[in-house]
C-alpha cells in the first residue's frame, strides 16, 4: 500500500454493518472512519479528504444519491463505492448519472470490497496519470 | 288464434327481431346472447306461419310497419328506426318468411341483410343472393322503379333516375313548403301518376308506400276531385285500360278515406275559401298560425327522435347491465327489489318473478339481509361489507362482497339503494392459504433462528471459553441481530393470528411503568448506536392495569422501534404515560424528532403492509405489519390508536388503554 495509509471513508446510518466492514478493512491495512448519513459525509469528505468512499443508498436526512450528486459538485474525481441491499435497487442506475466506481450488495463476502476497492484505486491512479 | 291474437303475437315477433337486430350489431353472431334471442325470433315466427302460412313484413318509408296486411303499433319499441336503415340500404320494401323456414334461414338472413349488407348489395338480384345462400322461405320484394314517358319527355324513376325515395323526398319538401313553382308541383304530380300506373302493371296493385305519397300529396294540394280527375287522364295517356284506371282511383280514394283522421282535404279548401273573403290581417294571422304549427311539428319531430335515442341508450345499458358478471341490484326505500340483474338473482338465490316483492320475503338466507339493514340514510358514499352466507357444508359455503351507494333522485332524496355483489368466496379460500403458508414459514423459520441464539449467549457468557474483546463486539452485532430477526418472525406470526382472528390475551395485574421499563431497557443498546437518546416522562401514582405486558411490550417495541429507526443520529425520544382521569384510561405516547409522516399518510399507516412512500423502500424498513398487530393488541384491550405528525417535525404515536375497577 506505499509507505501512506490509504484512507476510506464509510458511510452508512447502520453501526452494526459499519462496525464489522470497518474493522475487516482496518485488517487489510486501510485508516478507515465512518460517517452515519450524507450529510456527515460531505463534512468529512471537505475535511479529511479520504481517497476512497464506501456510500449507502439508504439513509435517513440525506440519502446516498443526494449525497452523491452534491460531492460530484466540489469533486468530480473521488472514487466512490455504492452499497445497495438490493440487487435490482432502480436508483443505481440513475446514480450512474453523476459518476461512481462500482456496487457493493451487503449480501456479499467482505472478500468483494477489497476487489472493489482495489479496482477503484488502479482507475483512479491511472487516470490521474 | 284471433284478430286480437294474431296482433299481439305479431308485437312480440317484432320484438324479438328488433331486440336480435340490436344485438347481432354488438355482439358476434355465435354470442350466447344472439342465439338465445335468435331463438325467441324463430319462436315467435313459427307460431304466426302456423296460423297464417306465411307472414309478411312491409317497413313502409311513412314510419309504419305493416305485419299481414296489419299496421302494427310497436309501443315505443323503435322497431322502424331498427328496421328501416338496413332494409333502406338494400331497397327492401316487403319480406315474405313461408312455411318451411329454418332457424339456420333466419340467422342467415339477418346476417346477410345486417351484418353483410356489402356483399348483398354487390349480388344485382338479392332475391338470387338469398337462394345463394341457401335461404329459401325467404322472398324479398324491393322498391319498384319505373320508367313514365310522358310528352316525349322521359322521365325516369329506377336505380339510375329517380326512384320512389326520391320521389318521396320531393313530396317532403312541398309539403314542408319548400317547393312553391306551380311548374315543380305539376311535375312532381306527374311522376306519382307514373309511378302509380307501372306499379299498378307489375304488381296488379298499389303498394303502401306509394298510396303514402299520395295522401301525402293530397294532403297540401287540397284539390282532391282534381287531382282524381287528372291522374284518370294521366292514366288514359299512359296507356291504361278504363278498367284498371277505375282499380288504381278506388285502391287510392280507398287510402285516402280510409282513417278518418284524414279530413284535412275537405276541411282546407273552406279555409281557402274563407281566406278569399277574409281581411289581409287575419289571412297574416292564419299565415303565422300555419307556420307556428309547422314548427311545432318539427320540434314534435325532434322530440321523437331524441325519444328514439335515448330509447336506442336505453336498451344499451340495460344489456350491459344484463350480461354483467357481478350482480347488481337495486332496492327501494321500503326494502323492495326493483331491478336485479341475472347474476344478482343467481347470488341472492332469488327469480325474475320475485322482482318486486320486498327483499325479506325472498331473501332465505338472513345473512343477506344486513343489505337492507344498512340502508336507512348512511351518509358514507359507498358501504362495503362482506357477508359470508350460511351453508351446513364447507363446500358450498359462500362468500359475497357488496358494496352499496344510496341512489337519490336530483332532488337529493332517497330513491333506494343500489348494491354490487361479488362472489369472492375463491378469493377468501386464498386468503386462508396464504395465512396458513405465514404460519408455517413463521415456524420454519424460528427454528434456526433458535439454534443461533442459543449458540451466540453461549459464546457471550463465555461458557464455550474466553473471548478477546472485538471478538466480543461482533458476537454482541450478532445478538442484536438475531433477535431483530426474530421480532420480524414474531410480527409475521402475530399477522397469521391476527387474520385468524386467533389473537388472544392473557391478561394480569401489571404496572405500565414496569412495561415501559422493560421494553425501553431492551432497545437501549439500539438507540445508542445511533446516538438517540430515550427520555421518559411517567406520572406518579399510575393505577394498576390489567393487560397482557408480554402484548403491550410488543407494541411499546414496535413504537419505539419505529422511532429509532425513522430518527437521525443525535435525535431524542421521548416517552409519555398519564392518566386521563375524564375518559378512565392512561395514555401512553412515543415522541420523536425523526423525518415525520406525511399527512396523507397518516390516516393510512396502521393498515398491514402499509409504508409510508418516503421511507420505503430502504433498507431500514420493516415488514410493514408492526402498526397493524400493535391496533389490535390495543384494541382488544379496549383501547385507541392514533398518530400525530407535523412531516419534517417528527411523529408522536399514541394509545389509550381502559383503567378498570
Known amino acids: ?129 | 288464434m284471433d284478430e286480437k291474437g294474431l296482433e299481439n303475437s305479431y308485437l312480440k315477433f317484432l320484438t324479438h327481431l328488433v331486440t336480435a337486430i340490436r344485438k347481432i350489431s354488438l355482439y358476434p353472431l355465435k354470442h350466447p346472447s344472439v342465439v338465445s334471442s335468435m331463438n325467441a325470433v324463430y319462436a315467435s315466427l313459427s307460431g304466426i306461419i302456423t296460423a297464417k302460412n306465411s307472414l309478411g313484413l312491409n317497413v313502409s318509408p311513412g314510419k309504419k310497419i305493416i305485419i299481414n296486411d296489419t299496421e302494427v303499433n310497436d309501443k315505443g319499441l323503435g322497431a322502424f328506426d331498427v328496421l328501416s336503415p338496413p332494409l333502406r340500404q338494400l331497397d327492401i320494401e316487403d319480406i315474405t318468411f313461408s312455411t318451411g323456414i329454418t332457424q339456420k334461414e333466419i340467422e342467415d338472413f339477418l346476417r346477410l341483410v345486417i351484418v353483410d349488407q356489402e356483399q348483398a348489395k354487390k349480388s344485382p338480384d338479392i332475391n338470387k343472393a338469398l337462394l345463394d345462400n341457401a335461404i329459401q322461405h325467404i322472398k324479398i320484394e324491393q322498391f319498384s322503379y319505373v320508367k313514365i314517358k310522358k310528352d316525349q319527355e322521359t322521365v325516369v324513376l329506377g336505380r339510375e333516375g329517380l326512384p320512389l325515395d326520391k320521389l318521396k323526398s320531393k313530396i317532403k319538401d312541398y309539403c314542408d313548403g319548400k317547393i312553391v313553382k306551380v311548374f315543380d308541383v305539376e311535375n312532381i304530380e306527374r311522376e306519382l301518376f307514373g309511378a302509380a300506373f307501372f306499379e299498378f302493371k307489375e304488381k296488379k296493385g298499389i303498394g303502401v308506400s306509394l298510396k303514402n305519397l299520395f295522401k301525402r300529396f293530397l294532403l297540401r294540394r287540397q284539390d282532391q276531385a282534381g287531382i282524381m280527375d287528372r291522374l284518370k287522364t294521366a292514366l288514359l295517356d299512359f296507356g291504361a285500360s278504363g278498367e284498371d284506371v277505375e282499380k288504381i282511383v278506388k285502391k287510392i280514394e280507398e287510402e285516402i278515406a280510409r282513417k278518418p283522421k284524414e279530413k284535412a282535404p275537405e276541411a282546407r279548401p273552406e279555409t281557402v275559401a274563407q281566406e278569399q273573403k277574409e281581411s289581409p290581417e287575419l289571412k297574416e294571422k292564419t299565415e303565422k298560425l300555419r307556420r307556428d304549427l309547422e314548427a311545432q311539428a318539427g320540434l314534435l319531430e325532434q322530440l321523437k327522435k331524441q325519444n328514439q335515442l335515448l330509447l336506442e341508450e336505453k336498451g344499451r345499458i340495460d344489456n350491459i347491465v344484463h350480461h354483467m358478471a357481478d350482480g347488481m341490484v337495486v332496492i327501494g326505500p321500503q326494502g323492495n327489489i326493483l331491478m336485479a340483474n341475472p347474476s344478482a338473482e343467481a347470488l341472492l338465490g332469488i327469480s325474475k318473478q320475485d322482482i318486486g316483492k320486498p327483499i325479506k320475503e325472498v331473501v332465505k338466507d338472513e345473512h343477506l339481509l344486513t343489505l337492507v339493514r344498512r340502508l336507512p340514510s348512511e351518509k358514507e358514499a359507498v358501504v362495503e361489507e362482506d357477508i359470508e352466507l350460511f351453508s351446513s357444508s364447507e363446500s358450498t359455503k359462500k362468500v359475497l362482497r357488496t358494496s352499496s351507494a344510496v341512489v337519490e333522485d336530483h332532488n337529493g332524496k332517497t330513491v333506494g339503494m343500489v348494491t354490487i355483489l361479488n362472489d369472492i368466496t375463491k378469493q377468501r379460500e386464498l386468503e386462508k392459504i396464504k395465512s396458513d403458508f405465514l404460519a408455517n414459514v413463521s415456524h420454519e423459520l424460528r427454528t434456526p433462528l433458535v439454534a443461533m441464539e442459543k449458540s451466540i449467549s453461549l459464546l457471550i457468557t463465555k461458557a464455550a471459553g474466553e473471548v478477546n474483546p472485538d471478538q466480543q463486539q461482533f458476537l454482541d452485532i450478532t445478538q442484536r441481530n438475531l433477535k431483530r430477526l426474530s421480532l420480524l418472525i414474531n410480527d409475521l406470526l402475530d399477522l397469521s393470528k391476527l387474520e385468524a382472528g386467533k389473537m388472544q390475551l392473557r391478561p394480569e395485574p401489571a404496572s405500565i411503568e414496569k412495561v415501559i421499563n422493560e421494553s425501553v431497557e431492551g432497545l437501549m443498546v439500539w438507540a445508542k448506536t445511533k446516538s438517540i437518546n430515550i427520555e421518559k416522562r411517567i406520572s406518579e401514582g399510575l393505577p394498576e392495569l390489567n393487560v397482557d405486558s408480554n402484548r403491550l411490550i410488543q407494541v411499546l417495541n414496535n413504537l419505539i422501534g419505529n422511532a429509532i429507526k425513522f430518527t437521525p443520529a443525535g435525535g431524542r425520544i421521548t416517552i409519555l404515560a398519564q392518566h386521563r382521569l375524564e375518559h378512565k384510561t392512561i395514555e401512553v405516547s412515543v415522541e420523536d424528532t425523526g423525518i415525520g409522516i406525511p399527512p396523507e399518510d397518516l390516516p393510512k399507516i396502521f393498515s398491514k403492509f402499509y409504508q409510508v412512500s418516503e421511507r420505503a423502500p430502504t433498507d431500514i424498513s420493516g415488514t410493514g405489519i408492526g402498526l397493524a398487530i400493535s391496533k389490535e393488541i390495543v384494541e382488544l384491550h379496549g383501547g385507541k390508536i392514533w398518530a400525530e405528525s407535523q412531516h419534517s417535525q417528527g411523529a408522536k404515536f399514541s394509545f389509550t388503554l381502559p383503567v378498570t375497577g
Not at chain 1, 57 to 76: H, S, W, Y
Open chain 1, 1 to 129: 500500500m506505499g509507505d501512506k495509509q490509504t484512507k476510506i471513508l464509510i458511510v452508512d446510518d447502520e453501526a452494526d454493518f459499519t462496525q464489522p466492514m470497518s474493522f475487516w478493512l482496518k485488517s487489510k491495512g486501510y485508516a478507515v472512519s465512518t460517517a452515519f448519513d450524507g450529510q456527515m459525509a460531505i463534512e468529512a469528505i471537505q475535511k479529511d479528504a479520504p481517497d476512497l468512499v464506501f456510500m449507502d443508498l439508504n439513509m435517513p436526512v440525506m440519502d446516498g444519491l443526494e449525497a452523491l450528486k452534491r460531492i460530484r459538485q466540489f469533486n468530480k474525481d473521488l472514487p466512490i463505492i455504492m452499497i445497495s441491499a438490493y440487487v435490482d435497487d432502480m436508483r443505481i442506475r440513475e446514480a450512474g448519472n453523476y459518476g461512481f466506481s462500482g456496487v457493493f450488495y451487503k449480501g456479499g463476502a467482505f472478500e468483494e470490497t477489497l476487489t472493489l476497492l482495489e479496482a477503484a484505486l488502479k482507475t483512479h491512479k491511472k487516470l490521474k496519470k
